[in-house]
């Protein structure tokens, strides 16, 4: 039986507040650690059903690349959901999700880049 890890680095400033991520993993084709804004870990606990999370991202992520970075978690878990369940309704439901905040995104990037001129 093959058994593989992934290892999370994370440098906190003095006010405990994430400065750097970094991470590597038993499979990761780069040699090296390679460096992340944020990342996002969910647990299953089946005895309690629910979902224990780890949310941590960087002081210097932008604020628009977070509200990506959600967007593009909730497109994974679609795919997710769809190889797990086979549930179309879901998928497409978070699908039009996913659409619709990345419209919104990109509308305040816009207005952001207007107000700047």
Not at 52 to 80: H, Q, Y
Not at 86 to 94: Q, R, T
Request: proline fraction near 3%.
């Amino acid at each position: 039986m093959k058994t593989s890890e992934i290892k999370f680095t994370i440098t906190l400033d003095a006010q405990n507040v994430p400065d750097k991520i970094t991470w590597d993993a038993t499979d990761n084709p780069n040699e090296g650690l390679e460096e992340a804004q944020a990342i996002a870990i969910s647990v299953w606990d089946h005895f309690h059903k629910g979902t224990m999370k780890i949310d941590l991202w960087t002081k210097a992520m932008p604020v628009n690349d977070m509200k990506r970075f959600v967007i593009e978690c909730i497109g994974g878990l679609s795919e997710t959901l769809m190889t797990a369940t086979g549930d179309e309704k879901m998928v497409l439901e978070m699908e039009d999700l996913c659409q619709r905040l990345s419209q919104h995104v990109e509308e305040q990037i816009r207005k952001e880049q207007q107000q700047g001129q």
